[in-house]
C-alpha cells in the first residue's frame, strides 16, 4: 500500500473523479475517552485516511487535547442530503480512522460516514493495555 498527502493526492487522476463525486464537505469531531466515556485521553494520535486502489490516502492527521478531543476536522463528502420523506442518508463518503497512543491497545480503527453539511461525531473508546509478569494483555 503507497502511502500519500492529500496534497500529493490533489495531483493524481483519482482526485479529479473523487472530488466529483464528493464536492461537498462535513465535520468531524473525535472525542478520545476510557472507563465509560468517564475519562478523557489527550495526545492520542487521529490519523483518517482513505482508501484508493494501491493508494492510501491521508486526510487529517492530529493530536486530541486535553479534553481527548479534536474538533472541526474538515473531509471532503457527498453533497446529496438525507431523503426527506424516509430521513435515510442518501449519499455518505467513508473514511477510516485510526487513533493511537502509548499505553493503550495498539490501534483502533472506526470506519466514519460523513455528510455534506453535517457536522459528525465519532467516539473513539480507548481500552488500556495490562502486563502481568512480562505478558501484555489488552483489558476489555
Known amino acids: 500500500m503507497n502511502l500519500m498527502s492529500y496534497e500529493e493526492f490533489k495531483k493524481t487522476p483519482n482526485y479529479k473523479k473523487f472530488i466529483e463525486e464528493n464536492h461537498g464537505m462535513g465535520t468531524l469531531k473525535v472525542q478520545a475517552f476510557t472507563a465509560y466515556q468517564a475519562v478523557?485521553?489527550?495526545?492520542?494520535?487521529?490519523?483518517?485516511?482513505?482508501?484508493?486502489?494501491?493508494?492510501?490516502?491521508?486526510?487529517?492527521?492530529?493530536?486530541?487535547?486535553?479534553?481527548?478531543?479534536?474538533?472541526?476536522?474538515?473531509?471532503?463528502?457527498?453533497?446529496?442530503?438525507?431523503?426527506?420523506?424516509?430521513?435515510?442518508?442518501?449519499?455518505?463518503?467513508?473514511y477510516d480512522l485510526t487513533a493511537i497512543s502509548e499505553g493503550y491497545e495498539t490501534i483502533k480503527k472506526y470506519n466514519v460516514d460523513m455528510y455534506n453539511g453535517i457536522n459528525s461525531v465519532q467516539y473513539v473508546k480507548m481500552i488500556p493495555q495490562v502486563e502481568l509478569e512480562g505478558v501484555k494483555f489488552n483489558g476489555n
Open 40 to 94: 478523557p485521553i489527550s495526545d492520542v494520535e487521529i490519523v483518517i485516511t482513505k482508501d484508493f486502489g494501491n493508494d492510501r490516502v491521508v486526510f487529517f492527521e492530529g493530536y486530541t487535547n486535553s479534553s481527548g478531543v479534536i474538533e472541526n476536522i474538515k473531509l471532503p463528502a457527498s453533497d446529496k442530503k438525507y431523503d426527506p420523506v424516509t430521513l435515510e442518508p442518501s449519499g455518505h463518503t467513508l
